[in-house]
């Protein structure tokens, strides 16, 4: 029985027959013929390549002896850097020799004859799907590229900015390890993201949350485990280490790393080996460590909160990114880019900005730095207009000014929920780094929002 044929791939899909025996050529044009949409065929060399002259096919069914030059000789069509074709060669001589030419010249397929249709079928169609999967493949990266470039960090032209894009060039380059400090939202990852993309490392990018992980899970997401490890681990898995191998390994919120774990990430950067949970052997590593955090370290060294070590270990080179009120020439551009961006992102109208309308962004605070101005530049396209009320510097905001713009006839419980609410937001919904700044405990908020959460559903249940 005949296999069915992906009548999708097919369709699109061009196909060039050349074989001396007409009886051949017409079973295999006939055959074909019901499923592609060109099918050619030639009785020998020079006709096929005056067929290729005039059109690409995407896969050519070539016979090996033909009068004249053979299907291996084809030199025009096998070595056109221009115009590839896949190749299905079609022999009656189960001679080694003319295998190993064939597949020197890119053979993607090799069939003996007498054959049966189904096997010729089977043959074309793994050839297309590979033909399709290298295609998506190409496309895939390229849309990748295209979104790491449309991301890139380094858009102002401030001195503070220039001055970081020229440092970044010079080290990223090197091995060393980079500590990249600074605020919440004034793009350490996407700075970390261009270090790795300048690096010329051959390996993946893999950024890694400390914040985000339980710190009982941190050592086997970093380093990996072994089968049986814990309850759960019902098989082996690579850590996050193993994975970054040959790349960069980028460790965001560094400064939420419980004391332990950092002894264990002080010996993983100096044995450049890691140890996976529960087995006795130690798994070599190629990986260059990018770290970040918006505390400052030598104070959490002082503190007892970070190892002096692992923080001398880090700080090879420290980037301090300046908080976007620091660079408000900045805004205008930023804004511009962000608009465009997304509102191509979301299907409307970019927002036109006015003089005055710039004036304002670039003379507001900012506090969530560049995520926050893109969130608003989200808002404008969202509303079709500028909120200029959100630029009010007397509207309730996170940290020590929180208080002030609550309205007086709010219960107590609300302006604590709101509040937190917002901290957490502005933390993007870090709960450590939330807690931190709220000045109470991590398990003390996580008590709150899952109260939150309880009522919301009963509220959501009774209605």
């Not at 949409?37 to 896969?59: K, M, N, P, T, Y």
């Not at 009656?92 to 004859?113: C, N, P, S």
């Not at 899952?450 to 009522?455: G, V």
Request: hydrophobic residues 40%; proline residues 5%.
């Amino acid at each position: 029985m005949t296999a069915m044929p992906d009548l999708h791939l097919c369709r699109s899909a061009s196909v060039l027959v050349v074989d001396d025996e007409p009886g051949m050529r017409q079973f295999l044009e006939k055959a074909l013929g019901k499923h592609f949409g060109l099918v050619e065929a030639a009785g020998s060399i020079e006709q096929a390549e005056a067929l290729r002259q005039r059109c690409h096919f995407d896969l050519m069914i070539l016979d090996v002896k033909l009068p004249g030059r053979s299907g291996i000789e084809w030199h025009e069509a096998l070595q056109d850097p221009n115009r590839h074709s896949d190749v299905i060669f079609m022999t009656a001589y189960a001679e080694l020799d003319t295998a190993i030419q064939a597949l020197r010249v890119g053979a993607a397929d090799f069939i003996l004859k007498p054959f049966r249709l189904e096997q010729m079928m089977n043959a074309v169609m793994r050839v297309l799907k590979r033909r399709q999967l290298a295609r998506e493949n190409f496309l895939l990266k390229r849309e990748v590229r295209q979104f790491l470039e449309a991301d890139n960090p380094m858009i102002g032209n401030s001195a503070s900015m220039q001055q970081l894009e020229g440092v970044l060039q010079r080290v990223a380059p090197t091995p060393s390890a980079v500590l990249i400090e600074g605020e919440s939202g004034t793009g350490k990852d996407l700075v970390a993201r261009a270090l790795h993309q300048q690096s010329g490392r051959q390996g993946p990018y893999v950024p890694v949350n400390c914040g985000a992980i339980a710190p009982d899970l941190l050592e086997a997401e970093l380093f990996g485990h072994t089968r049986g490890a814990f309850t759960g681990a019902n098989k082996a898995r690579d850590g996050l280490f193993s994975y970054a191998s040959g790349g960069t390994l980028f460790l965001d919120e560094i400064g939420e790393l419980p004391l332990a774990m950092q002894a264990k990430l002080l010996r993983a950067l100096e044995e450049k080996a890691v140890r996976p949970v529960g087995s006795e052997q130690e798994v070599k590593v190629d990986v260059r460590i990018l770290a970040a955090t918006n505390r400052k370290l030598d104070e959490e060294v002082k503190a007892g909160r970070f190892r002096e070590d692992l923080y001398f270990r880090l700080n090879v080179l420290t980037l301090t990114l300046p908080p976007l009120r620091e660079r408000s020439e900045d805004i205008p551009q930023l804004a511009h880019y962000f608009s465009r961006k997304l509102s191509q992102e979301l299907g409307l109208e970019a927002i036109p900005f006015s003089h005055d309308d710039l004036k304002a962004m670039e003379h507001y605070s900012w506090s969530g730095n560049i995520r926050e101005l893109k969130n608003f530049i989200e808002r404008c396209i969202l509303l079709g207009r500028l909120p200029l009320e959100d630029l009010n510097e007397d509207r309730p905001a996170t940290g020590a000014q929180a208080g002030a713009g609550y309205p007086s006839c709010w219960p107590l419980d609300e302006v604590e929920k709101t509040h937190i609410l917002k901290v957490l937001e502005a933390c993007d919904s870090n709960k450590s780094a939330a807690a931190r700044q709220l000045g109470i405990a991590r398990k003390t908020l996580d008590r709150k929002l899952a109260a939150w959460d309880r009522e919301s559903s009963h509220s959501e249940g009774t209605q």
